[in-house]
């Protein structure tokens, strides 16, 4: 079956400094790729997301890369701040059905002041 | 305004007990899911729903029945509840099937 993997599984960064989560997954079929955001005890957010057609995606501090022939994509903080601490998913789409997403185990990032 | 809300917030309830929990949405979306979270933050699908026919229906046992009304409703009713069922359960919508996904605030299930 398909496989997604997230590292690290925890990422301590000193505030200002930038952080990078890496996902890699095993569909090569896959065409989507989201990132959420989990802060403790609230929901799941989305805050990027970018298209197999696209290799870079940016929204101010946030940036998404994906390298399709590798099969992985990771999510890019800077400037990284105290309400960047949380849990962050990658969730590429599976390529068959196109009904689901295959949800990574989640990186714990932390901000250190 | 709350764009995917659930009810309720927490529920503390004994096992072989049955329970629903009930999910809402105000953004015009065609798909709603129920996820389940479990103490070691793994996100689980469960079951979605587009346009109220059921699309994923996940490996969960039969003790759990989703029922979707219409478009903008999606409730979760669990028979005989197990200590194992414990977790938080995320209710969810979307305009297009699994893209941008936004998720209620969640149900704290607590099982005794």
């Given at each position: 079956g398909e496989n997604v993997e997230q590292h690290p599984s925890t990422l301590s960064v000193q505030e200002g400094d930038s952080a990078v989560i890496k996902c890699t997954y095993s569909d090569s079929a896959s065409n989507y790729f989201p990132w959420y955001k989990q802060e403790l005890g609230k929901r799941p957010q989305l805050i990027i997301d970018i298209r197999s057609n696209v290799g870079e995606k940016k929204d101010q501090r946030i940036a998404v890369t994906l390298n399709k022939t590798a099969k992985h994509f990771s999510l890019h903080i800077t400037?990284?701040?105290?309400?960047?601490s949380a849990v962050y998913f990658c969730a590429p789409k599976k390529g068959?059905?196109?009904?689901?997403l295959i949800w990574g185990a989640g990186t714990k990032l932390i901000i250190k002041p | 305004d709350t764009a995917v809300s659930q009810t309720p917030k927490y529920l503390v309830t004994q096992m072989g007990n049955d329970k629903s929990i009930k999910c809402e949405q105000?953004?015009?979306?065609d798909t709603m899911y129920w996820y389940k979270q479990d103490s070691k933050k793994f996100l689980k699908i469960m079951f979605s729903y587009n346009n109220k026919e059921l699309i994923i229906n996940e490996t969960v046992p039969n003790r759990f029945s989703p029922k979707s009304p219409d478009k903008a409703h999606l409730n979760l009713h669990i028979n005989s509840l197990e200590l194992g069922d414990s977790a938080v359960y995320f209710c969810a919508s979307s305009?297009?099937?699994?893209?941008k996904l936004f998720f209620g605030s969640g149900t704290q299930l607590s099982v005794l």
């Open positions: 400037e990284t701040q105290p309400e960047d068959d059905s196109n009904y689901q | 105000n953004l015009g979306h305009l297009q099937v699994a893209e």
